[in-house]
Nanobody, 121 residues
Framework: QVLLVESGGGLVQAGGSLRLSCVAS???????MGWFRQAPGKEREFVAV????????HYEDSVKGRFTMSRDTAKSTVYLQMNSLKPEDTAAYYC???????????????WGQGTQVTVSS
């Protein structure tokens, strides 16, 4: 059982930055950790994923170059640094844990409660 708690969401102006954190408890150190988001009326979508080392990161195309995911294994925490935010980034952001380094939602076993990110224009 892996428990995940996100934080760091909030309201920010377009072009601004926000840093999300996800603290994990339980045997999460060998899991891939991903970030997903879900906007109102839309399906949940993949944002980024990192492997156990935090050295390999894959991003969804729309956030590539703007978002940076990192992992602090000692603190059992993953981060999502979001820069140059756009209104279309507005969504509830979720961290999740998987046995695989994938973007496939169904392969993620554990999910956090979500943190809201709202980007105003």
């Amino acid at each position: 059982q892996v428990l995940l708690v996100e934080s760091g969401g909030g309201l920010v102006q377009a072009g601004g930055s926000l840093r999300l954190s996800c603290v994990a408890s339980g045997p999460s150190s060998t899991y891939a950790m991903g970030w997903f988001r879900q906007a109102p009326g839309k399906e949940r979508e993949f944002v980024a994923v990192t492997d156990w080392s935090g050295l390999t990161v894959h991003y969804e195309d729309s956030v590539k170059g703007r978002f940076t995911m990192s992992r602090d294994t000692a603190k059992s925490t993953v981060y999502l640094q979001m820069n140059s935010l756009k209104p279309e980034d507005t969504a509830a952001y979720y961290c999740a844990a998987s046995k695989f380094v994938v973007s496939t939602i169904r392969l993620y076993d554990y999910w956090g409660q979500g943190t809201q990110v709202t980007v105003s224009s």
